[in-house]
């Protein structure tokens, strides 16, 4: 079966869209097939990718909430060669509800009992999720096997970071006592400022080899690969980011074996 990982912070801004994507194209391009799930209401993720919100395609509130409807019927092409996504709209937003009524007595395992079944259909099957506590985020960690988080390189970032590990515990315990985690990967790093520094070298000292290698610097070019709906190591395969990325793809590759 396919790793399933769930990409995942409580913090929003933090840069779970742009690593789930950045990483999955990365992994496709060193020939891996990779899945993209959008549980994030916001749908970011599938609108970076290009993908129309009216169009009249299923989506994964569909594959999650409605009869006969599931996972694979939900699946399309991205703009990215090899990639494909299971798309959000807003319609997500109303998973919660339907999560506290309807499915209120499966509702940690919706997202499990729908994204499972096809994880042997992919090499990665790359989950991003909403900020916060929601049920949605909650059922893509009892779904998941691993989880990447994405690590803002600021003080007040770091003060999340304590928390979801604490979070992380709990859920290991309660809900999916299988669940590691695959690494936490610094982001937004401004090179420059004595601050950044500072922040990756506490999360090294506290979380050890958890921390991925791979550091992803900010970069404007990051900002104009989502306006031209590409992935940095298509958009601009030379720069910093892009390099990072493929990087990353190769760390977390290497955890799995």
């Known amino acids: 079966m396919g790793r399933i990982i769930a990409v995942s912070n409580q913090k929003g801004g933090v840069g779970k869209t742009t690593t789930t994507i950045n990483l999955g194209a990365a992994l496709v391009a060193d020939g891996h097939t990779v899945l993209l799930v959008d549980l994030d209401p916001r749908a970011d993720m599938s609108a970076y990718l290009g993908i129309p919100a009216d169009d009249g395609r299923y989506t994964v509130y569909d594959a999650l909430f409605a009869e006969g409807v599931g996972l694979r019927d939900a699946v399309s092409q991205t703009s990215i060669a090899g990639l494909q996504i299971v798309p959000a709209t807003a319609d997500l937003a109303g998973a919660e509800m339907l999560l506290m009524g309807d499915f209120a007595d499966r509702r940690t395992l919706v997202v499990r009992d729908s994204i499972v079944p096809m994880a042997a259909e992919y090499d990665f099957v790359?989950?991003?999720?909403?900020?916060?506590?929601?049920?949605?985020?909650?059922?893509?960690?009892?779904?998941?096997?691993?989880?990447?988080?994405?690590?803002?390189?600021?003080?007040?970032?770091l003060h999340g970071l304590r928390q979801l590990s604490r979070n992380i515990e709990r859920a290991q315990e309660q809900l999916n006592p299988t669940l590691r985690i695959c690494g936490i990967v610094m982001t937004m790093q401004d090179r420059r400022t004595i601050h950044n520094r500072q922040v990756i070298d506490m999360v090294r000292q506290r979380f050890g080899d958890m921390v991925f290698d791979t550091i992803i610097p900010t970069t404007v070019r990051l900002q104009e690969a989502v306006a031209a709906q590409e992935a940095i190591i298509s958009y601009d395969p030379e720069c910093a980011a892009a390099a990072a990325y493929r990087s990353l793809a190769h760390e977390v590759v290497a955890r799995g074996t």
């Open 126 to 157: 790359l989950i991003d999720t909403p900020p916060g506590l929601q049920l949605l985020s909650v059922g893509a960690v009892v779904a998941a096997e691993e989880l990447i988080i994405p690590q803002q390189c600021s003080f007040l970032a």
